[in-house]
T-cell receptor, first 110, second 113 residues
Framework: DQQVKQNSPSLSVQEGRISILNCDYT??????FLWYKKYPAEGPTFLIS?????DKNEDGRFTVFLNKSAKHLSLHIVPSQPGDSAVYFC?????????FGAGTTVTVRA | GAGVSQTPSNKVTEKGKYVELRCDPI?????LYWYRQSLGQGPEFLIY????????DSGLPNDRFFAVRPEGSVSTLKIQRTERGDSAVYLC???????????FGPGTRLTVL
């Protein structure tokens, strides 16, 4: 069963504009949410996270928003840069176990 | 090493063969995880080690899959009688303790012909 869903497989955005990635989850027991970034032939690298008791966390160009009632989170990247082109995975944690979405491939156009 | 390493980076095998995939976690990390990423999917949890013991192997798909971590550091994922459906990227991650940030290795791409 897919407990974490990323419904947009791809996103194309112009350099300097905002990228918005969305993620939905079903399990209300998740207590921590994370975004990972992945380049080809590399493992996922941690980008930003948010605890279930918060609704926003910001780190430089990256902001994650959590809407617990809707079981929805989003990642905002602003401004988008060419180096942001990668696959982004949303993940949710219960205890030590991470459940991942299928990923969104972001392409930043010059 | 500075990060999690996995060997081999690529493995091609024939249906029915046995394979071993190795993971070297970050030094001092007590928690180790294996995930499998099939084409077009996100990583899926397979097994979690705390020290030498498998604390949770609920993600292993069947009894052809087995993993060990005999000295609490390096781990080996073993797959018997491989099937074409086993083809995927196998990712290893480690964390200093459970619930802390997981650091991923580059993965082993397994292809079963």
């Amino acid at each position: 069963d897919q407990q974490v869903k990323q419904n947009s497989p791809s996103l194309s955005v112009q350099e300097g504009r905002i990228s918005i990635l969305n993620c939905d989850y079903t399990n209300s027991m998740f207590d921590y949410f994370l975004w990972y970034k992945k380049y080809p032939a590399e493992g996922p690298t941690f980008l930003i996270s948010i605890s279930s008791i918060k609704d926003k966390n910001e780190d430089g160009r990256f902001t994650v928003f959590l809407n617990k009632s809707a079981k929805h989170l989003s990642l905002h990247i602003v401004p988008s840069q060419p180096g942001d082109s990668a696959v982004y995975f949303c993940a949710a944690r219960y205890d030590y176990k991470l459940s991942f979405g299928a990923g969104t491939t972001v392409t930043v156009r010059a | 090493g500075a990060g999690v390493s996995q060997t081999p980076s690529n493995k091609v095998t024939e249906k029915g063969k046995y394979v071993e995939l190795r993971c070297d976690p970050i030094s001092g990390h007590t928690a180790l995880y294996w995930y499998r990423q099939s084409l077009g999917q996100g990583p899926e949890f397979l097994i979690y080690f705390q020290g030498t013991g498998a604390a949770d192997d609920s993600g292993l798909p069947n009894d052809r899959f087995f993993a060990v971590r005999p000295e609490g550091s390096v781990s080996t994922l073993k797959i018997q009688r491989t099937e074409r459906g086993d083809s995927a990227v196998y990712l290893c991650a480690s964390s200093s303790v459970a619930n802390n940030e997981q650091f991923f290795g580059p993965g082993t791409r397994l292809t079963v012909l």
